[in-house]
């Protein structure tokens, strides 16, 4: 069963680095279809980690050690882990060649301390290391599988990538084969999961996961099912919660969904924002090529350059409010304009903590949609934080778009 992982390096315990190398090695076994059973973190102590390594190897199949394969002292993972197995370190000529040479490429001398990272044990072999100076070692043992990596996360995925995820699949050769993911936008987390409990009951045989976030809620599922029931599960998926998937493939994000389905239009895009300060925008250029389609972003904070950038007329101000669905379109409709584009999107709203009022409070956000066929609004209420309240408004602005462009409703019309 299990698969552990055994995080190194004072600077976790101390707050100075954030642990993320737990979190990339269990996405990554988790799209091969495996689980990580436990996570633990120690520092450069040698005691507690050679406590830690003791235990681990007393559960799992396949441990996996990250941090502490430096050339610096306090760097004693392999050191460690090679006492606790009684393999003894000699020195590697070829892999003491291949450190030399790497300082020689950029010009440097090696310094005699990084020696210690040719040091590799006896019963142990090296996994190359494509982009640093430390190797990584794997041993065998009594049916267990070792892996040491650098704590630093780019080598650690490459060499995960390379050399650790092929080998640990293979051990797991009866692993479900079946994945899908819905990205889902727009229904809370136990709306979502309300809404699937039929299908969550009728299939124990599937594992669901549900991970909410400010981009929505991924939900995913796993099995051994056949073919016939897979497909009937995944199409019970869609049928149900249809209108807020956006996409079937992880990673892939809104924006891009959004871009892609404008340029198979041939239409061009602008964004009006005040309260999202410019998230939407952001979100759009995160996506590579996005400039054949995006024109840019209005960023309209004050009143004043609502009606001096996109003609939005004082009089509406007065009468509605900045936060309100009239001025929603009126950004809309000028920023289409002003930009020449066929869509134009707008958000305004009241991000908090402050600037609430009993009629508006904290968390109403309005929305416009501006096509060539006309205009759309909608009205949320989200709730306190400030920052989920930014993220998640911009990402349910692109969703209006996504909705009026596969033909759903994308709010009221205006
Ligand atoms: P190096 O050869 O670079 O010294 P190393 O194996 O000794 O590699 P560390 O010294 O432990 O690795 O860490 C190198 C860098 O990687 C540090 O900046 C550290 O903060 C970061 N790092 C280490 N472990 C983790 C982790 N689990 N999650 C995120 N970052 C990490
Ligand atoms: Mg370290």
Redesign the pocket.
Same mark, same amino acid.
């Given at each position: 069963v299990s698969i552990e992982v055994l =995080?190194? #390096?004072d %600077?976790?315990l101390s707050g100075a680095?954030? %642990? @993320?190398?737990?979190n990339w090695i269990a996405r990554a076994l988790f799209e091969s279809g495996l689980d990580l059973g436990r996570v633990t973190i120690v520092g450069d102590d040698a005691a507690p980690l050679a406590d830690a390594v003791a235990a681990a190897l007393t559960r799992a199949r396949v441990l996996i050690v @990250?941090? #502490?394969? #430096? !050339? @610096?002292l306090d760097?004693r993972t392999k050191e460690i882990v090679a006492a606790h197995l009684g393999d003894p370190l000699e020195l590697d000529a070829a892999t003491l060649e291949d450190i030399r040479d790497r300082f020689a490429r950029r010009g440097l001398v090696m310094s005699e301390v990084n020696t210690k990272q040719a040091l590799l044990p006896r019963g142990g072999t090296r996994i190359p290391n494509p982009i640093?100076? =430390?190797p990584g070692v794997h041993w065998q043992r009594d049916g267990r599988e070792i892996f040491l990596l !650098? #704590?630093? !996360?780019r080598e650690m995925q490459a060499m995960m990538q390379a050399t650790v995820l092929p080998r640990v699949a293979a051990l797991y050769p009866e692993v479900p084969p079946r994945r899908a993911i819905f990205r889902t936008v727009g229904l809370p987390e136990s709306e979502l999961a309300q809404r699937l409990l039929p299908l969550t009951n009728a299939n124990d045989a599937i594992g669901w996961a549900f991970y909410p976030g400010t981009d929505g809620v991924d939900v995913r599922l796993r099995s051994s099912l056949d073919a016939v029931a897979w497909d009937a599960v995944r199409d019970g998926v869609r049928s149900t919660a249809g209108a807020y998937i956006y996409s079937e493939t992880a990673g892939e994000t809104l924006a891009a969904v959004v871009l892609h389905a404008l340029r198979a239009r041939n239409w061009t895009f602008v964004t009006a924002e005040s309260c999202t300060g410019g998230f939407v925008s952001q979100r759009v250029t995160d996506v590579p090529g996005s400039s054949t389609v995006f024109r840019g972003g209005f960023v309209t904070y004050a009143n004043a350059a609502k009606v001096a950038w996109l003609g939005v007329s004082e009089e509406l101000l007065a009468a509605h409010g900045a936060v309100s669905a009239a001025v929603a379109v009126a950004m809309a409709r000028g920023a289409r304009a002003r930009a020449e584009s066929d869509v134009a999107i707008a958000v305004t709203g009241i991000a908090g903590p402050d600037g609430g009022t009993p009629e508006k409070p904290v968390g109403l956000i309005y929305f416009g949609l501006a096509t060539a066929a006309g205009c759309w609004t909608r009205r949320l209420q989200l709730g306190p934080d400030r920052d989920t309240n930014r993220r998640y408004s911009s990402q349910l602005a692109l969703d209006m778009v996504r909705r009026h462009l596969q033909g759903l409703p994308a709010g009221e019309p205006a």
């Open positions: =995080a190194v #390096g %600077e976790l680095t954030l %642990e @993320t190398n737990s @990250t941090g #502490g394969l #430096g !050339p @610096t760097d640093g100076s =430390a !650098p #704590g630093v !996360p």
